[in-house]
């Protein structure tokens, strides 16, 4: 999907910076973006949203470029992983699929800002519809968010992630829309095919058997 989405954008146009995990793949990315328009202005720089210190490296050499950025898509994300915490303390799902995102945007607000218009977009998903993250008494267990090895379980940390999105999406488009930013959240579609899977065996069967009833590119 983050392929598919900068290449898209590149191809029509925009001037386009990958945030890759990897920085081999991120420039197999460029390249083969490259291949299909030699014009196209994309590059690729290397973001772990797994480590807060490489989201606040990243934001640093993004704006060290003094570009405008009229639009973030926040789209990593991993799902069906085991139980892990990444360097920060936290459990890896909940930094990866929201925590390391919001991190982003807030050290990159005063560049949207300044850049308006402009939009977020999160990547959400339906999921976020089968989960909850308050206590019996209707209060934020924030517990539940990053939970201990006893108490996880991937498809509900996948799930909490993702509806932590659409609220994260809902509140900053409230306070960032009179500044001419505005925040979206999106679901790309169910079962459409990816790479998402490939944490388990169980998940890739699953999407494999799947794949003759998705979407794909």
């Known amino acids: 999907l983050g392929f598919e989405t900068a290449k898209s954008l590149a191809l029509h146009g925009a001037c386009v910076i990958l945030a890759c995990r990897n920085p081999s793949r991120g420039n197999d990315a460029v390249q083969r973006i490259l291949g299909e328009w030699h014009k196209a202005k994309v590059?690729?720089?290397?973001?772990?949203?797994?480590?807060?210190?490489?989201?606040?490296?990243?934001?640093?050499?993004?704006?060290s470029k003094n570009l405008r950025l009229h639009m973030l898509i926040c789209n990593a994300a991993m799902f069906g992983a085991p139980w892990s915490l990444t360097e920060d303390g936290l459990e890896t799902t909940f930094q990866v699929n929201h925590l390391g995102h919001f991190y982003l945007v807030q050290l990159l607000e005063d560049v949207l800002c300044r850049s308006s218009p402009a939009r977020v977009v999160v990547v959400s998903s339906e999921s976020h519809r089968f989960t909850e993250i308050k206590d019996s008494s209707g209060k934020l267990d924030f517990s539940l968010l990053s939970p201990s090895k006893n108490e996880y379980w991937a498809m509900l940390a996948y799930n909490r992630s993702k509806l932590c999105n659409i609220l994260f999406s809902n509140e900053l488009n409230r306070r960032l829309s009179p500044h001419g930013v505005t925040s979206n959240s999106v679901h790309p579609g169910n079962m459409i095919y990816s790479s998402i899977h490939r944490n388990w065996w169980v998940y890739t069967l699953l999407y494999t058997l799947a794949r003759p009833f998705t979407k794909s590119m």
């Open 43 to 63: 590059e690729a720089m290397t973001l772990d949203l797994a480590s807060l210190q490489s989201v606040q490296d990243f934001a640093e050499a993004f704006k």
